[in-house]
């Protein structure tokens, strides 16, 4: 049963060392083409949600009331066109998603401290602490440089994020291997 347990670890940490690398390969992609990183990245949430707007429109089918059925469907049309308008002008959308990521990584930084608080006594777990202040860090840097850098920072920034996000799981998933040997 150990051994079986060792095993099923072993794999795990493999296949997130795996990720790990890939996510690093990523955010160095992301920091090394920008404009292209934060074209795409706003090209993806407009698609997103494009499909969130179709759901809705679905769902409004089966919601029942009649207010729901009419929540539903205007939920459905307002995701639809701002996913419509980012798809159409993925540049002119990425200034206004420039706020949205620096909101994004303000909650991912505070969470990141949360599960550092929660995890301080696992080895490696400082890496949680590092990656928070850096993510924090980055929030605040889109957000004191909006709109005259969206064009740039979307990518980098997130890029960077990414990078140290996969320098964390790398250091995690080589932490819990050594707990095996």
């Known amino acids: 049963m150990a051994n079986s347990l060792t095993a099923d670890v072993r794999t795990a940490t493999t296949w997130s ?25 706003t ?3 407009g698609w997103l ?3 969130s707007g179709l759901f809705h429109l679905a769902f409004a089918w089966r ?14 049309l307002l995701y639809g066109a701002i996913g419509f308008y980012v798809i159409a002008s993925p540049v002119a959308g990425l200034a206004s998603l ?11 930084g505070v969470l990141e401290f949360v ?28 957000w004191s440089t909006w709109p005259s850098s969206a064009v740039w920072a979307v990518g980098t920034l997130i890029g960077i994020s990414m ?19």
Do not use: H, K, N
């Not at 919601?63 to 459905?76: K, P, T």
């Not at 420039?98 to 991912?108: G, H």
């Not at 696992?122 to 929030?139: E, K, N, Q, R, Y």
């Not at 990078?163 to 095996?180: E, Q, V």
């Open 115 to 142: 599960l550092w608080s929660r995890l301080r006594a696992i080895p490696g777990s400082g890496w949680l602490m590092i990656d928070g202040v850096i993510t924090l860090v980055l929030a605040v840097m889109i």
């Open 17 to 41: 060392i795996v990720l790990s690398v890939l996510m690093m390969a990523a955010g160095v992609l992301a920091i090394s083409a920008p404009m292209i990183a934060g074209v795409a990245v």
């Open 63 to 76: 919601a029942g009331r009649a207010g729901a059925v009419l929540w539903q469907i205007l939920l459905g």
């Open 49 to 51: 949600l494009l499909f």
């Open 43 to 45: 090209a993806i949430v």
């Open 98 to 108: 420039t706020l949205a990521i620096a909101l994004y990584l303000f909650i991912e």
């Open 163 to 181: 990078l140290f996000s996969g320098i964390t799981r790398l250091m995690l998933s080589i932490a819990a291997r050594r707990i095996l040997a």
